[in-house]
């Protein structure tokens, strides 16, 4: 198991040094908040594990964040509830105490996986529902042609889909989800048509896999993808996804309820 960093990281990621300005480029989308809202139905009591800076939090449910980053936690707004310091694997509560329990962005963060998820499960009556990227499909983003140690890195970090399913249990969906060509969440993908957002370093910080890899490597990356969109060279082979309105790549919702 990964030990806690400074700020209480507790995955493989050190939010306390690339959290700082993560609020700035990881805003909800309320399209994709739309398909969480819908995978937990009726919920009234949520316990949001991987909380972050509170993204995709319903005010219209009762949510309980959960989240070990202290630099995280320190950028919720003042509408949201204070997260719990604690981490997915060993989560401070009774079993069944909620109606649901969810995750976004977080999965691929934690040092035990399976651990985490059966926690979610012990801890909700109800759905679990984990928002996360399926690793299979992670290298056919166009990404892949600048930066392939990034997205690599983000395959070898994900769990596979199977693995999520057979953790916890009961009758499980996978279900993709679209992506607007607009998305306010500033995950990779979610610039498939906005190529030039990824030459700032401030949306690839908020990005944790750029933070596996060495300076070279960003600056590489930045500079190829630079000489193509300045050449047009970019447009030439992937031009088309400026156009479109969304783009199903490896975005899925993961959703178990107990049989």
């Not at 198991?1 to 990281?9: I, V």
């Given at each position: 198991?990964?030990?806690?960093?400074?700020?209480?990281?507790a995955g493989d990621a050190d939010?306390?040094?690339?959290?700082?300005?993560?609020?700035?480029?990881?805003?909800?989308?309320?399209?994709?908040?739309?398909?969480?809202?819908?995978?937990?139905?009726?919920?009234?009591?949520?316990?949001?594990?991987?909380?972050?800076?509170?993204?995709?939090?319903?005010?219209?449910?009762?949510?309980?964040?959960?989240?070990?980053?202290?630099?995280?936690?320190?950028?919720?707004?003042?509408?949201?509830?204070?997260?719990?310091?604690?981490?997915?694997?060993?989560?401070?509560?009774?079993?069944?105490?909620?109606?649901?329990?969810?995750?976004?962005?977080?999965?691929?963060?934690?040092?035990?996986?399976?651990?985490?998820?059966?926690?979610?499960?012990?801890?909700?009556?109800?759905?679990?529902?984990?928002?996360?990227?399926?690793?299979?499909?992670?290298?056919?983003?166009?990404?892949?042609?600048?930066a392939p140690e990034v997205l690599?890195?983000?395959?070898?970090?994900?769990?596979?889909?199977?693995?999520?399913?057979?953790?916890?249990?009961?009758?499980?969906?996978?279900?993709?989800?679209?992506?607007?060509?607009?998305c306010t969440d500033g995950f990779?993908?979610?610039?498939?048509?906005?190529?030039?957002?990824?030459?700032?370093?401030?949306?690839?910080?908020?990005?944790?896999?750029?933070?596996?890899?060495?300076?070279?490597?960003?600056?590489?990356?930045?500079?190829?993808?630079?000489?193509?969109?300045?050449?047009?060279?970019?447009?030439?082979?992937?031009?088309?996804?400026?156009?479109?309105?969304?783009?199903?790549?490896?975005?899925?919702?993961?959703?178990?309820?107990?049989?």
């Open positions: 198991m990964n030990a806690r960093r400074a700020d209480g990281s939010y306390g040094t690339i959290g700082v300005g993560y609020a700035d480029h990881r805003r909800p989308e309320p399209r994709i908040e739309e398909f969480l809202s819908q995978a937990l139905g009726d919920a009234r009591t949520v316990v949001n594990v991987g909380a972050g800076a509170g993204s995709y939090e319903s005010t219209a449910r009762e949510v309980t964040p959960v989240e070990p980053s202290a630099s995280m936690r320190a950028q919720r707004p003042a509408h949201l509830p204070p997260a719990v310091d604690a981490v997915a694997e060993h989560l401070p509560f009774d079993d069944d105490a909620f109606d649901a329990a969810m995750t976004t962005f977080s999965v691929h963060q934690w040092s035990d996986v399976k651990a985490g998820l059966r926690e979610m499960r012990r801890v909700a009556r109800g759905p679990v529902v984990v928002l996360t990227c399926d690793p299979d499909l992670v290298r056919d983003f166009w990404l892949y042609a600048y690599d890195t983000e395959a070898r970090r994900y769990p596979a889909i199977a693995d999520l399913a057979d953790a916890l249990g009961g009758r499980v969906t996978v279900r993709p989800v679209p992506i607007p060509v607009d990779n993908e979610a610039y498939y048509a906005r190529p030039e957002t990824l030459l700032d370093p401030g949306a690839r910080q908020a990005c944790s896999a750029w933070s596996f890899v060495d300076e070279p490597v960003r600056e590489r990356s930045a500079r190829d993808l630079r000489r193509d969109l300045e050449s047009g060279a970019w447009d030439a082979r992937f031009g088309a996804l400026r156009q479109q309105p969304t783009y199903e790549g490896s975005l899925v919702l993961v959703r178990s309820v107990p049989e």
